[in-house]
C-alpha cells in the first residue's frame, strides 16, 4: 500500500484510470477531478512511481514491455513446466506399472510351470505315506490271522479286527482323504479264507483303496497303492491295476463240494444307477453286456422323463463283471444280486427222466407183448403218460440248465441333476471365462507373494 490515500469515493475510479481501464466518460470525469483533489493526485502519482519500481525489478532490460502481458506469460510458462512434469511423473507411473506387470506375467507363467510339478511331489509325499499305513495294516492283519489259526479276517470286521493290532484309527485313511474321501478295504475274494488256500501269496492282493462309492480309487497321481498278502506294498497305475478286484465275486464255485457233479446256481441282478448323459450312458451298459458274452432282451430309454431300462442276459461267471461295468457309468443308488441253488430239483429231474426211461422200455416190451386189446390199450395209455412225464423232466432240466448258465440283470438308469452343456457362441465364452478366471487366479496368486516379498 501507498503512504497516502485517495479519496475513499475515487479510489476504485482513479485505480480503472490509472490501470486504462475505464471509458471516455469516466477519463474525463476522473481528470476534472483530480485537478481539484490533491490527495488524488498523489495517490495517483505514487502508483505510477511504484509501478516503474515493479516493472524495472521484474523485467530487468526488457522494461519498456507491457507488464500484464510479461505477467501472463511468466505464468503460461511456469504452468507449462508445471504440465511437463506432471506428463513426466505419469509417463514414469506407466513404466513402472508395465514393469510390474510384466514381472507378474513372469511369475504367473512360472507358477504355472510349478505348481503342477508340486503338486506332483505333494502327492508323491502323500504315496509314500499311504505305502507306509498299508504296510502296517498288512503286517497286522497277517498277525490277526496267525492268533485265528491262519484264517484273515472278514470283510465286515476287518477294521474292528485289526485295529487293536495297530492302536491307530489313522492309519486306516489314505493321506489324500481330504480330498477324496479315500479309505482301505480288505479283498473281498481272500476275507476270511485260511491262508493255506491262498496259492500266491505274492500276486494276490490284500488290502486295497476305495473311494466313497466303495469302489476303488486312484488318488495319487493316477494309480494308487495295494497291500499283497505276502505284505509287500505296491503302487499301480490305474491302467494295470490288479484285475482282481474288478470283479465283485458273484460267479459260480469251480468245485462240487461232493453234493452233485456240479453244483446248479441260478443269478438274478437288479442295478440302478444314476449317470450324467442318459442316452451315452445306454449305449456303454450296452457295449458292456456284449463284451462280456451277453445278450440284451429289452432296452428302452425315456429321454422326457430321464429314464432308461435294460434287461440282460450275461454267462453267470460274468455276473460281476457286468454289475462292475454297469456301475462304473455313475452313482450306484442300488443293486442286489439274489441267487439260488437249483442242484437238488437239476438232481431230482434228471433221476425221474431215468425212471420214466426205464418205465416206458417196460412197458414197451409189455404192449408187443400183450394178445389182449383191451391190456393193450390199457398199456399204450400209461405209456403216453410216462412220456409225458419224460418231457416234463426234460423241459424242467433244461429250464435249470438255462437259468444256471444264463443270469438275469435288470438295469435302471437314472439322468442326474446335471445342466446341458453349452454349445455354440455360449460354450465358447464360457470356456473363456473359465480360461480368464483361472489366468485371474493365478495372477492374484502371484501378485500376493510379490506384495509379501517386494518390501524386501
Avoid at 80 to 99: D, P
Avoid at 361 to 385: K, N, P, Y
Amino acid at each position: 500500500m501507498t503512504a497516502k490515500q485517495a479519496c475513499e469515493k475515487w479510489i476504485e475510479r482513479v485505480s480503472a484510470y490509472a490501470d486504462g481501464e475505464c471509458g471516455l466518460v469516466e477519463r474525463i470525469l476522473v481528470r476534472l477531478h483530480l485537478r481539484e483533489c490533491e490527495r488524488c493526485r498523489e495517490w495517483l502519482a505514487q502508483v505510477r512511481a511504484d509501478e516503474v519500481a515493479f516493472r524495472a525489478a521484474y523485467l530487468g532490460e526488457d522494461a519498456e514491455e507491457d507488464l500484464t502481458d510479461a505477467v501472463m506469460a511468466r505464468v503460461a510458462e511456469q504452468s507449462g513446466a508445471e504440465q511437463r512434469r506432471e506428463q513426466s511423473r505419469k509417463r514414469a507411473g506407466s513404466q513402472r506399472l508395465i514393469e510390474v506387470l510384466v514381472a507378474v506375467g513372469m511369475l504367473a507363467v512360472l507358477g504355472a510351470i510349478l505348481f503342477p510339478t508340486f503338486a506332483r511331489s505333494r502327492e508323491k509325499a502323500r504315496t509314500s505315506s499311504c505305502m507306509s499305513n498299508l504296510k502296517q495294516l498288512a503286517i497286522a492283519t497277517e498277525m490277526f490271522a496267525q492268533d485265528h489259526d491262519g484264517r484273515l479276517p472278514g470283510a465286515v470286521t476287518w477294521r474292528d479286527d485289526v485295529l487293536p493290532y495297530v492302536n491307530n484309527e489313522q492309519l486306516f485313511k489314505c493321506p489324500s482323504d481330504e480330498v477324496d474321501n479315500v479309505t482301505y478295504a480288505i479283498n473281498p475274494l481272500v476275507a476270511g479264507r485260511d491262508l493255506d488256500e491262498i496259492d500266491d501269496h505274492q500276486e494276490t492282493v490284500l488290502l486295497y483303496e476305495i473311494g466313497e462309492s466303495g469302489r476303488p480309487v486312484f488318488p495319487h497321481n493316477g494309480g494308487a497303492n495295494y497291500a499283497f498278502v505276502d505284505g509287500h506294498v505296491k503302487w499301480y497305475s490305474r491302467e494295470n491295476a490288479p484285475e482282481e478286484l474288478q470283479t465283485t465275486g458273484f460267479a459260480p464255485p469251480t468245485q462240487s463240494y461232493g453234493i452233485a457233479e456240479r453244483l446248479k446256481l441260478a443269478y438274478e441282478a437288479s442295478i440302478e444307477v444314476i449317470v450324467d448323459n442318459l442316452y451315452q450312458a445306454v449305449l456303454q451298459a450296452e457295449a458292456a453286456v456284449r463284451e462280456y458274452g451277453g445278450f440284451i432282451l429289452n432296452s428302452s430309454l425315456d429321454g422326457r422323463g430321464g429314464y432308461a431300462s435294460l434287461t440282460v442276459k450275461v454267462p453267470t461267471q460274468e455276473v460281476g463283471n457286468v454289475i462292475n461295468a454297469l456301475g462304473s457309468l455313475g452313482f450306484v443308488a442300488h443293486r442286489e444280486v439274489a441267487g439260488e441253488d437249483l442242484t437238488g430239483r437239476y438232481v431230482s429231474a434228471q433221476r425221474g427222466i431215468e425212471q420214466s426211461a426205464e418205465r416206458q422200455q417196460r412197458l414197451e416190451g409189455m404192449v408187443r407183448e400183450m394178445a389182449d386189446d383191451e391190456q393193450r390199450v390199457a398199456a399204450e395209455s400209461s405209456l403216453g403218460e410216462v412220456e409225458d412225464e419224460t418231457a416234463q423232466a426234460q423241459d424242467q432240466t433244461f429250464d435249470i440248465d438255462a437259468r444256471a448258465t444264463l443270469a438275469t440283470i435288470s438295469a435302471t438308469l437314472l439322468q442326474g441333476a446335471v445342466a446341458p452343456e453349452p454349445t455354440g457362441v455360449i460354450a465358447s465364452f464360457l470356456a473363456a471365462a473359465r480360461s480368464f478366471w483361472r489366468v485371474l487366479q493365478g495372477l492374484g496368486s502371484v501378485a500376493a507373494w510379490v506384495i509379501v516379498f517386494l518390501p524386501i
